[in-house]
Nanobody
Framework: QVQLVESGGGLVQTGGSLRLSCAAS????????LGWFRQAPRKEREFVAA????????TYRDSVKGRFTISRDNAKKTVYLQMSSLEPEDTAVYYC????????????????WGQGTQVTVSS
């Protein structure tokens, strides 16, 4: 069993930056992937970015490429999402997720979810 706790959300102006953190507890094996999803009001939850726990390979949705960076600290069992050049369209609840078997790419089957953290970008 893995527990995920996000932090770092908040209110920021257009063009600003935020860094989200997700602390994991429990056993994280080398086959795991950690990722970020987001859900805006009245929209479906969507994939944002993911990172493989062992190799550190990353993948992003097209709309955040060049603006968001996902990284991880294996010793702290924490994954980060550095968000820059934020736009109002990035406003959403951001969820951390863990996949027990992740082999890269946009296919990320989440086995565990965090509780979410709100990110609001004002225009």
């Amino acid at each position: 069993q893995v527990q995920l706790v996000e932090s770092g959300g908040g209110l920021v102006q257009t063009g600003g930056s935020l860094r989200l953190s997700c602390a994991a507890s429990g056993r994280i094996s080398s086959s795991y992937g950690l990722g970020w999803f987001r859900q805006a009001p009245r929209k479906e939850r969507e994939f944002v970015a993911a990172i493989s726990w062992s190799a550190g390979s990353t993948t992003y949705r097209d709309s955040v490429k060049g603006r968001f960076t996902i990284s991880r600290d294996n010793a702290k069992k924490t994954v980060y999402l550095q968000m820059s050049s934020l736009e109002p369209e990035d406003t959403a609840v951001y969820y951390c997720a863990a996949s027990e078997r992740y082999y890269g790419g946009n296919y990320f089957l989440s086995d565990y979810w965090g509780q979410g953290t709100q990110v609001t970008v004002s225009s």
